[in-house]
C-alpha cells in the first residue's frame, strides 16, 4: 500500500491529542504531542502511545520508568503545536507543573494517565510505548481532537 494513502485515509479518523512527557535519568523533561493514544486493557490496566523512532524524544521514553499521558483540553492547540515542533525546547513557555509521579504535567487538561512503562513494541518507523496505568486525573474540560490535519473541538450534544 502506498503510504500517502494511508496517511489520507488515517487523517479521516478522529484522535484525541495529547502531551505524553517524561524525565530521564539526569532530570531533564522531555515531551511530544501524539494522536495516537488508545486503552489496551483494564485487567491489568494499560494504555498505549505511539512514538515515531526518529523522534528526537524516541531514547528517552523507550528508556524510561514512567510517561504521564496529557489529553489536551479544546483551546490548548498551541501546546500541541510547540510539542510537535522540533529544535526547541518544549518545556521553556513554563505552563508544565509537576504532576503524577512527579512528572511535568499541563494543569487545565481534560485527563491525564500516568504510566509505568509495561513495554516497547516494535512496529515499523514507530515503537509502542504500553504503560501500566498507576494514577489518573480527570476534569470536565472539553478535548481538543485531531481529524482531518486540523485541531477540531468535539460538538457536544444538547
Known sequence: MESSLLTRTMARVPGPVTVVTTVD????????????????????????????????????????????VNVLAHEQDGVARRFATSGIDRFAAGDMETCELGLPGLPGTCVRVACAIHSVIDAGDHSILMGRVTETYVSDRIPLVYFNRSFSRPELPT
Do not use: I, N, Q, R
Open 25 to 68: 535519568g539526569g532530570g531533564k523533561p522531555w515531551g511530544f504531542t501524539a494522536s495516537s493514544f488508545s486503552s489496551v486493557s483494564l485487567d491489568p490496566p494499560l494504555v498505549l502511545v505511539c512514538l515515531d523512532k526518529g523522534a528526537s524524544t524516541h531514547s528517552a521514553f523507550t528508556t524510561a520508568e514512567h510517561f504521564l
